[in-house]
């Protein structure tokens, strides 16, 4: 079959698809009219005739049959709202056979026969045998079965439940704090879960804000294939992963970001087809699309394969985020483009500034001549919201981890004439206290760390008394009376049942140009190594403090720390940075675990003889031994992790010859 | 005549209309607000939902004393929690009022030989919204 033609059959069948859906929700929610039921069958009807165009047999027998349904509707004038179930769960077996899925043609024709019948559709549907395979299996997602019905319930509803489940919960570990941990067995099992079902029915609550990407971007591969097209070029985008679930307010922000990436890859990103060949490549561009959930986060990724961005641009820029800043600055474009050559920046200065307003943070990356990808880090969800808490003046704030880059120590301040900024790898960043960026009156820390805030192209360095750990939570926001009041983008609560308020990253970085530099207690002290020389280290964890606190720990010691968050993403940091002498990697973590990083490594010519530590929670000698045959260097348990013999082991296994 | 929550903030006594009030609690631990208008002491965590707590002598023209409880004002689904120092109790309001300068404040009448404030809820938190910015 022709791609092409399967592609445009694709682009044309989502967007009829998408207008059947809401107009079926209409019509469940008993507000379908005759026009209803006449754009049901122009669409019906369409899509019957182009799909058996394009060779897509099936869909077009089952477009037949919704036509059929709809004939009989559009002839008495009403459509019962109970067959609008039946209907919509045809839509969705009609989408997924376009991505690849199986789908019964004949049970399905059965089934909307039998529903025809108003005597029966009454009754609830009866189960087709090959359900399983009509559900869509994207997790939490509308999964519309043929005879589930489906509900229309208003965003406000949900998030009303959304409220008691978090209230209960908090309730509940307000409980658990009070009884502490001097209580039996049996009540510490009932409260432990009891949490349990609380946090699976905030999960499941959740799962109800949140839509699959793939509800806004069906129609882009079309989009891009005729923006392309208007400027001479061929132009094909890739979808991945789009099942990934993310918040409605998010969903409702993301099609203009996306968009305006894409036209930038299209526009600046991918060279004419002539200029393609001439440099080996094929003739028509490619851009992926993809999409991954990171725990509480959702990182989207716009990978072209176009020239990628100017190198007297990419010689500027020490690492992504610098790229990405680099690039968003305001007038670039303008300035400093030559022609499209680096006109990559077209705009991105707005894109940014929204996916901040979400909470999220942008990356590029770029090889000359080869692609550029532009990654964009989103919170899957709005109601709840990564956090490190940190504590100042006795009272303890959140900040979202999409903002933060790491945590330095005091040890590092260095003064420059009037300004107390921070040494972070030769980089002189501003140092601010908490205190004055949000308002407050407290002592001047004697020491303590400093945590590195991104936002607004900038980052500042904010010392805080100490850190108190990393959590999920459930984001309220202050109300009325306190909307006006900047620095906070909400509250959450702590086990205690008392409140933590979430700083909110931007106005952080803008305050810190006014408010005065924290006195300094300490004359600063020398780095213990001279950066140069300083053994490069990589740390490997999914969790942001389990990796700040040992890159406390090694960079104190005067090791030059480097960070991942998976396996994949340490396999990328080592192919940039070679000289990397010892890995420090977790088990547990997403997309590529330790297990599978130990393997990777070890069958690369290049890493085969690498130091790797495994440092985990799972002490069980299985994994030890798991571990030690996977050919790690040393095992360390985090229930009896200590500086000590941290630094002990990595010394031994960094100078061993 | 719709009943009053008669309270005591300093020396004066005062009362809401009940119509304004949701409920009344003892005072909660209350989280400051860095940055917040005078008048806000913070937030509380009322059963899982974050409430601003608001002091209103300042207001009044009365000195401050403990708040020992807080008065949740409710005006239509604006919520804040009003700290008093004491709760006398639940009577009608008084039918006619003299007109009082005083801001937040409806208007003045005697109940029982004592001078009674009674107090104007949606104005009272619109002057501090307003002075939030």
């Not at chain 1, 189960?127 to 208003?154: F, I, K, Q, Y």
């Not at chain 1, 985020?321 to 303008?334: F, Q, R, V, W």
């Not at chain 1, 009325?480 to 620095?487: E, F, I, R, S």
Request: aromatic share 2%; net charge negative; with cysteine.
């Amino acid at each position: 079959m022709d791609e092409r033609l399967l592609s445009i059959f694709r682009g044309e069948a989502t967007e009829r698809l998408d207008r059947m859906v809401q107009t079926l929700l209409a019509v469940e929610a008993g507000e379908g009219d005759a026009e209803a039921i006449r754009e049901l069958f122009r669409h019906a009807h369409s899509l019957k005739g182009t799909a058996g165009m394009v060779g897509l047999g099936d869909i077009g027998t089952v477009a037949a049959a919704v036509e059929d349904v709809l004939s009989q509707a559009r002839t008495s004038g009403e459509l019962d709202p109970a067959q609008a179930g039946p209907l919509l769960a045809v839509t969705d077996a009609i989408r997924g056979a376009m991505e690849g899925r199986p789908i019964d043609a004949p049970a399905i024709v059965a089934q909307l026969r039998g529903s025809e019948a108003p005597a029966e559709a009454a009754a609830p549907a009866p189960e087709p045998e090959r359900e399983p395979e009509l559900a869509r299996t994207n997790g939490g997602a509308p999964a519309a079965r043929p005879g589930v019905r489906m509900l229309r319930v208003s965003a406000d509803r949900v998030d009303d439940l959304l409220d008691v489940a978090g209230q209960a919960l908090t309730g509940l570990r307000q409980w658990e704090h009070a009884v502490g941990d001097d209580v039996d067995e049996f009540t510490r099992d009932a409260l432990e879960q009891g949490e349990t079902l609380m946090l699976g029915l905030q999960h499941a609550v959740l799962d109800l804000r949140t839509l699959p990407l793939a509800s806004i971007v069906g129609r882009l591969p079309r989009a891009v294939r005729d923006i392309a097209a208007a400027e001479g070029k061929e132009v094909s985008l890739d979808l991945v992963g789009v099942d990934a679930q993310l918040d409605r307010a998010i969903l409702d922000t993301l099609p203009d970001l996306i968009v305006h990436l894409l036209r930038n890859a299209v526009s600046h990103g991918i060279e004419p087809p002539q200029e393609r060949e001439a440099a080996g490549k094929p003739r028509a561009g490619r851009i992926v699309l993809r999409a991954e959930t990171r725990g509480s986060e959702v990182t989207l990724t716009i990978a072209d394969d176009g020239r990628g961005v100017a190198p007297e641009l990419l010689a500027r820029a020490q690492s992504p985020l610098e790229l990405a800043d680099l690039l968003a600055t305001p007038g670039l474009s303008t300035a400093e483009a030559v022609g499209d050559l680096s006109g990559r920046g077209v705009g991105l200065d707005a894109v940014r500034r929204d996916l901040e307003g979400l909470g999220g943070a942008m990356l590029v990356t770029s090889e000359p001549g080869a692609g550029a990808e532009f990654m964009l880090r989103l919170p899957a969800t709005l109601a709840v919201l990564g956090l490190l808490l940190v504590e100042r003046g006795g009272q303890v704030f959140g900040l979202g981890l999409t903002n933060l880059e790491e945590v330095v120590e005091s040890d590092q301040i260095i003064v420059l004439g009037e300004r107390v900024a921070v040494d972070v790898r030769g980089e002189a960043i501003p140092l601010v206290d908490l205190a004055d960026v949000l308002g407050m009156t407290a002592p001047r820390p004697a020491s303590g760390p400093a945590v590195i805030v991104a936002a607004l192209n900038r980052r500042v360095a904010v010392r805080v008394d100490g850190l108190r750990g990393e959590r999920e939570g459930i984001v309220k926001p202050l109300g009325p009376l306190l909307a006006g009041v900047p620095g906070y983008v909400g509250a959450t609560f702590l086990d205690d049942g008392s409140i933590a308020l979430i700083a909110d990253g931007r106005h952080i970085v803008r305050r810190s140009t006014t408010v005065a530099a924290p006195v300094l207690d300490a004359p600063p002290a020398a780095p213990a190594r001279a950066a140069e020389t300083a053994p490069k280290v990589l740390v490997v964890d999914d969790q942001f403090t389990v990796r700040e606190l040992q890159r406390t720990i090694l960079t104190s010691a005067g090791y030059t720390v480097l960070t991942a968050r998976d396996g994949r993403e340490a396999l990328e940091q080592l192919a940039q940075e070679p000289d990397v002498r010892l890995v420090l990697t977790d088990i547990e973590m997403p997309v590529m675990d330790g297990f599978a990083l130990l393997l990777a490594l070890r069958d690369d010519a290049r890493w085969a003889t690498l130091p790797v530590v495994v440092v985990s929670s799972r002490g069980g000698d299985d994994d030890r031994r798991r571990g030690a045959d996977a050919g790690a260097d040393a095992y360390i348990d985090k229930a009896q992790f200590d500086q000590r013999t941290l630094l002990g082991i990595v010394q031994r296994l960094v100078e061993q010859p | 005549m719709p009943d009053g929550v008669h309270v005591r903030v300093g020396a004066g006594r005062y009362a809401f209309d009940v119509r304004d009030v949701r409920e009344v609690e003892d005072r909660q631990r209350v989280t400051a607000v860095p940055g917040a208008p005078a008048g806000v002491l913070g937030v509380c965590n009322l059963r899982g939902a974050v409430l601003p707590v608001v002091q209103v002598n300042e207001l009044l023209g009365q000195d401050a004393e403990g708040g020992r409880f807080i008065v949740i004002a409710d005006v239509d689904g604006f919520l804040a929690g009003v700290t008093v120092d004491e709760i006398l109790g639940v009577e009608p309001l008084p039918g006619e009022l003299e007109p009082d300068a005083a801001a937040g404040v409806r208007g003045r009448a005697l109940v029982d030989g004592e001078l009674v404030g009674v107090l104007d809820t949606g104005e009272i938190l619109r002057l501090l919204a307003d002075a939030a910015g």
